[in-house]
């Protein structure tokens, strides 16, 4: 097959490819890797991208506008393989081929609407989100002031951009048919795992996920019933979405206090524990640091300290959504995280820490290459430390606590404050891409927007919202990944993959059981196992990189697999599955509706599309990284 004219990325001056002399694998690498090539050039315009996005999430694409000199290879006649792979990167352009900015207006509009939100409780206290609305979700007990807080965020930040995001699908999509390879987003996005059966897969994993969920589910909602009262909870079932201790109900770590299985076996309060050993976000970070310094991994370069921003400057807005940072130039990696002194800030410091273990080990690939192996194999390296970090063993370690849990009690509520975060994301993790795929489809139209996301939340999550909603609102807004336009499917896939990785390397290290009480600190076999793994990038299909880290291992394989999650809370489940028969209090939610009362019929704030769009990237989407 010729493919001509597809090369569109990058403007070289001279690119010289039809030299009769050289094979066609010299005249591809050439092309890639000389001087003034694609790589060197691809890098170069990358870190202007970069550096532009860090002052302020700006699509800068005028350095992108011109088109590449038109390039002519006979694909089938390339017999490298990893030039054939470059290649066929490069060809894969999405939505970059087509020169209209209008969608980079669209997704700023959307993002500044997100970012600038602000609900005031009464006049003269209003929160943004951060930190004010999630304070009151996070720490409240008071279901009327919940529901308040969590209806007021998304009447100023979803509602308002509701119409801008029915123009942002339709450019979306017209970007991508006129490229003739995919029928829509949703199928481009789904492109990126290199597997046809990629939907299918994940539907059958989290199909072997759910009863593990729906026990939890059981345990929680009647605890939550003790505290507010059954009256406030729909005879369907479901748990109103406000409860959870989060603005999106995406975990349920904050309200640990209201379900913990047994208050009087002794509670990890890690935040105390910091506080009193005097921490303070610098420390943070070093002890981050010294956990991956001590599996052989590499300390933060210079430029990391001198260029992160690890608190919120005074006397100016930023957003403040965590993120990790290749500003690819080679040295210079950052985050990006407004940190306060708390056990969750600490989690969340050791998963962008990881994002940046993994650029620093791919860092020799070639440009191409520098991405992680699949969207969720970032996700899933910046949580697997998280494992281990959270583990008593690993707390008493670093002394921020003094004894271990002693006897089952103790080992179930750790569990417990696991599946709190683990478990309760995967539904989450699940149905945002199923309901934007939709969309994209066709399938869900702008006059259903609303419905079909409570639908989805209703039926996987088994929650339904605490007041009335209609096509008036649309809640999807609410949530940061749809007006950034950052695909969330792979926060489901990472949480599946974390957990395969850490099987094996607990086997790798002889520490397979218990399986949650496994800590990999210090222990450099399984750190050069990861490694090995690190380093390949994109290089190849994502399960040879799979199976790099899990060969020799009972869990060697190349594809995804719920078995290691499921092993991991074991014994969690069937403590769950006998604490809701002892309470007589089996049945789950109604997974076929929502309940009655939840919408009324309303006309939307419906408009049709505008102007055509593109965003022209180079080829590689930069992702702000963190659920």
Not at 152 to 170: I, P
Not at 214 to 241: C, M
Not at 290 to 313: A, C, I, N, R, Y
Not at 567 to 572: D, E, I, R
């Amino acid at each position: 097959m010729i493919l001509t004219g597809a090369l569109r990325l990058l403007s070289f001056t001279t690119v010289v490819v039809a030299v009769l002399s050289l094979t066609v694998d010299e005249e591809v690498r050439a092309f890639l890797e000389d001087s003034g090539g694609y790589n060197e050039r691809a890098t170069t315009l990358s870190n202007t991208y970069s550096a532009a996005s860090w002052a302020y999430y700006t699509n800068i694409t005028d350095h992108n506008q011109q088109k590449m000199a038109t390039a002519e290879f006979d694909l089938n006649a390339i017999t490298d393989a990893s030039l054939k792979r470059q290649i066929e990167k490069i060809l894969d352009v999405g939505i970059s081929g087509y020169e209209d900015t209008s969608i980079a207006d669209l997704e700023a509009e959307m993002t500044g609407i997100y970012s600038a939100a602000e609900w005031c409780k009464s006049q003269g206290e209003c929160h943004k989100l951060e930190p004010g609305l999630t304070e009151i979700i996070t720490n409240s007990r008071n279901y009327d002031e919940l529901a308040a807080a969590w209806k007021g965020w998304r009447d100023v930040s979803g509602k308002q951009m509701r119409a801008k995001y029915q123009e942002f699908v339709e450019l979306m999509n017209k970007a991508i048919k006129a490229g003739g390879r995919y029928s829509d987003m949703g199928e481009y996005y789904r492109s990126w795992y290199e597997d046809p059966q990629f939907e299918t897969d994940v539907r059958n994993l989290f199909d072997e996920l759910a009863p593990l969920y729906d026990q939890l589910h059981i345990y929680v909602r009647r605890k939550l019933k003790e505290h507010y009262g059954a009256n406030k909870f729909p005879t369907s079932g479901h748990i109103p979405a406000h409860l959870f201790g989060n603005m999106w109900a995406q975990d349920w770590n904050n309200i640990y206090d209201l379900v913990v299985p047994y208050p009087n076996a002794g509670q990890t309060n890690l935040t105390k524990a910091m506080i009193e050993k005097k921490y303070n976000v610098t420390h943070m970070y070093v002890v981050a640091e010294e956990f991956f310094e001590s599996v052989g991994l590499q300390p933060m370069p210079d430029t990391f300290w001198t260029h992160s921003m690890l608190e919120k400057p005074p006397g100016r807005d930023v957003v403040c959504h965590a993120s990790a940072w290749d500003m690819n130039n080679g040295t210079d990696f950052r985050i990006k995280q407004c940190t306060i002194v708390t056990g969750d800030q600490f989690n969340t410091v050791h998963h962008e820490m990881g994002h940046v273990q993994y650029y620093l080990e791919y860092i020799n690939q070639t440009y191409l290459y520098r991405s992680g192996a699949n969207p969720g194999f970032h996700e899933g390296v910046a949580d697997i430390a998280s494992l281990s970090f959270q583990t008593p063993e690993h707390l008493k370690e670093i002394g921020l606590i003094q004894e271990l849990p002693s006897g089952n009690e103790g080992d179930i509520n750790f569990l417990f404050q696991m599946a709190l975060d683990k478990v309760a994301f995967l539904p989450f993790g699940y149905l945002i891409d199923q309901w934007r795929w939709s969309v994209y489809r066709g399938q869900t139209t702008p006059a259903n927007y609303n419905t079909e996301w409570w639908k989805l939340r209703c039926q996987y999550q088994g929650i339904s919202p605490p007041v009335e909603r209609s096509e008036d609102d649309f809640d999807p807004g609410a949530k940061y990944h749809i007006p950034g336009n950052t695909p969330y499917i792979r926060y489901f896939v990472s949480f599946v993959l974390q957990f395969q990785w850490h099987q094996a390397l607990c086997e790798l290290i002889g520490k397979a059981e218990p399986l949650h009480r496994c800590d990999i600190y210090r222990n450099k076999t399984a750190g050069n196992r990861l490694k090995e793994m690190l380093q390949m990038g994109a290089s190849k299909q994502w399960g040879e990189a799979l199976f790099t880290l899990t060969s020799g291992t009972s869990g060697e394989t190349r594809k995804l697999s719920a078995a290691p999650l499921l092993s991991y809370f074991k014994p969690l489940q069937e403590w769950l599955t006998k604490q809701n028969v002892a309470a007589s209090d089996t049945q789950i939610w109604d997974k076929t509706t929502c309940p009655s009362g939840s919408f009324r019929t309303s006309g939307g704030n419906v408009v049709t599309g505008g102007n055509l769009l593109i965003v022209l990237l180079i080829n590689i989407i930069f992702i702000m990284n963190n659920v």
